[in-house]
């Protein structure tokens, strides 16, 4: 095996990469523009060409890289197909590796971009020492990484692990991103807990200080922080919620540990210890011990996700 392996995420403003050395030490992170326009056609190519760039700025040839991973944002199967392409790239199915192979001659291996910040995590973050668990992201959706006794779970058309379309209310009225109706993200992103804060500050007239500002999902924490009466349901409402949807993910997947990241994750233990009461209510009781821990690497799972695709 190579002494080096590159790590690629691919945003939809952003892709980040890192060079990393055969015992899992990132030597070097950075970051280019995401070229959209087109198609996306642009993408790969100015991957390769910025890959290529970093292997001649350290003197790194082909026969030193064991590979390039990357994690791009739509459904990609074990082989590395894109299945059914990526919207916010405007991809259509491909399948990755070649496509990459046309630009350089490196061995390739792809994973859609949860699953890889998913492995990241398992691999040097918060799921480190574990072998099953599963990767929730709190971001304006909620995306989810599933990885079984040490093997990442992408089903049969690369979707497994879309826990955030899980339905878990009848009663919605409003429609998901996805088309449907009561699914986990419209309750437990950040964005669901914007909505839920908006509903109850509408019921009545109750004082809070969510009623003066702009509300975000920072704002509804630090409100709890504060020891804001209206602030606490919302979070009661909202670890409910998230609770229930990792109870029933347990049921199916039994793991160890969920390793919880995303931007409402950074209000830290507080967050936690309004999910846990939750999910020990409704998890099955063999599934209960499963621990909920907070995410470690940030913004930089992905890269060290994509990578572990190539270094384990």
Known sequence: MGKYAFGVDVGGTTVKMGLFDDKANLLEKWEIPTVKENKGSAVLPDVAESILMKMKEKGISESDVAGIGIGVPGPVDETGMLVGGAVNLGWESFYIPAALNAYIKIPVKAT??????????????????????????????????????????TGATGAGGEIGHMHLEDEETECCNCGNRGCMEQYASATGLVRLAGRRLA???????????????????????????VAVEIAEQFGDYLGKGLAVIASVVNPEVFVIGGGVSKAGEILLSFVEPAFQKYAFKQCRNAKLVLARLGNDAGIYGAAALILL
């Open 112 to 153: 859609n971009d949860a699953n890889a910040a998913a492995f990241g995590e398992m691999w040097q973050g918060g799921g480190k020492g574990y072998r099953s668990m599963v990767a929730v992201t709190l971001g304006t959706g909620v995306g989810g990484g599933i990885i079984v006794n040490g093997k990442l779970l």
């Open 203 to 229: 019921e009545d007239d109750k004082p809070s200080i969510l009623r003066s500002g702009e509300l975000s999902a920072k704002e509804v924490f630090d409100a709890v922080k504060e020891k804001d009466e």
